[in-house]
């Protein structure tokens, strides 16, 4: 399968800023991948260069084998829902589903107003009037209805409340299912992710620190704990992500493609959380503190 | 039809919890062969989950011989886990049941009762073995 993002040395530099740098990735199309990273690590700057809204400083990403917002054809193939679901708040619900339709050629009017319907949303009622939870469902609606081959959402549920959030959730993973678009969205619930995402990105300090399709990721990551010794001496091939020791005990977590045989060990399974939270600590160790660069 | 449900908490992937519980249904006899699985797009529906990780969890099952996909229409369960014994269910349950009762009535706690019969079970399939 084709990749719906490819990036090469992919790098943007805000005066002597580095919000993203050196990033080569390639994401490949059919899943629902989760970038993941603390604040500033690069996620919205990684999603604004995939949409076209920032231009590289430095590399080459394409998008669904296309330049980002190269022209209308590619723009129609990409959905997009930023941080904050916008809207036009003068506007009504139905004045955006006409406006959905006007701007976007592929536009499915029967699933807009079925969602909308669906949704229980008055038609009438202007956006601004809406609740957080109304708001970025009618976003989605906009950004599914245009049927994009592949949907970018920057932190789409971050401010909703955990019921609002769920039915997000569940209403995308029903699209997924329906029309097999590819999703790409960032978020710093790993709980959310964990049921949703097959695929995980970890960004740190605007660097990528581990991707890869997640069941690979916890095939291949193991948790060692046994009596202390030196992580040094671990055989070729196992990769230490993070070690703690006392003073009789050493924990480890580690990266192998093999099984680890050696009876010293005890070999526990970790789960999607704590393999994330690992690296982000990982990177965190050596790590220069960014602000959060917006737009 | 069953209904799926994922607890978040218990750190067993979700594919599995769903084969558990098609499992768990058909040695209770919820599931019988020619009953539908839900449609993917609905479980992914809803319990906000992948549609992929449905599948995975059909397509495992399958490889048991326990379910068969017929394209466009839906999953179906093909296989059993009973063994032909569901029809003795009734009268063991009935005798655990009395057993339980004893049990209360000599002052076993839940966490006792669940502690002997466990190691008693334990200790009987090790009998078995040997």
């Known amino acids: 399968m084709t990749a719906v993002i490819e990036t090469a040395g992919l790098g943007k530099r805000y005066r002597t800023l580095w919000a993203l ?5 390639s994401i490949p199309a059919g899943h629902v991948v989760g970038l993941v990273g603390p604040n500033g690590a690069g996620k919205t700057t990684l999603l604004d260069l995939a949409t076209g809204m920032l231009a590289p400083t430095t590399g080459a990403i394409t998008v669904l084998g ?6 209308p054809a590619q723009l129609a193939r990409v959905g997009y829902l930023s941080q904050d679901a916008p809207l036009y708040t003068g506007l009504s619900v139905a004045d955006h589903l006409k406006l959905g339709a006007r701007l976007n050629p592929g536009w499915n009017a029967d699933q807009a107003r079925d969602r909308v ?11 601004g009037t809406l609740s957080g939870g109304q708001r970025a469902q009618l976003a989605l609606t906009l950004a599914i209805a245009k049927r994009p081959e592949l949907l970018i959402l920057d932190e789409p549920v971050a401010s909703l409340d955990p019921l609002a959030r769920r039915e997000f959730l569940q209403d995308l993973m029903e699209t997924v299912g329906e029309h097999q678009v590819s999703v790409v969205m960032s978020s710093h619930l790993i709980s959310d992710l964990e049921r949703i995402c097959d695929y995980v990105i970890v960004l740190v300090d605007s660097r990528v620190r581990v991707a890869g399709p997640v069941d690979e990721l916890l095939a291949t990551h193991h948790l060692l704990s046994g009596p202390r010794r030196d992580p040094a001496s671990l055989p070729d091939g196992v990769e230490v992500i993070s070690a703690s020791h006392t003073d009789v005990q050493t924990t480890l977590l580690v990266r192998t493609s093999g099984r680890v045989l050696d009876p010293a060990w005890m070999v526990s399974e970790l789960g999607l959380e704590d393999l994330v939270l690992a690296y982000m600590k990982q990177a965190g160790a050596s790590r220069n503190r960014h602000l959060e660069v917006q737009k | 039809m069953i209904e799926f449900h994922l607890d978040a908490r218990s750190g ?4 599995m919890q769903l084969i558990h519980q098609v499992r768990h249904g058909l040695r209770l006899g919820l599931l019988r062969e020619g009953d539908q699985l839900p449609k993917v797009k609905d479980v992914a529906a809803g319990l906000a989950i992948n549609p992929n990780t449905v599948l995975k969890a059909y397509r495992e099952l399958e490889y048991e011989g326990l379910v068969a996909a017929r394209p466009g229409i839906g999953t179906f369960v093909t296989g059993t886990l009973d063994g032909g014994s569901l029809a003795a269910h009734v009268p063991l349950r009935r005798d655990l049941q009395r057993w339980l009762g004893r049990a209360r009535r000599a002052g076993l706690d839940d966490e006792s009762i669940e502690a002997l019969f466990i190691s008693t079970f334990r200790s009987a399939s090790e009998e078995d073995i040997a």
């Open chain 1, 66 to 71: 296309g330049r980002p917002a190269a022209g």
């Open chain 1, 117 to 127: 319907r669906r949704l229980d949303l008055d038609p009438r009622r202007k956006a």
């Open chain 1, 21 to 25: 740098a050196d990033c080569t990735v």
């Open chain 2, 12 to 15: 067993v992937a979700p594919y």
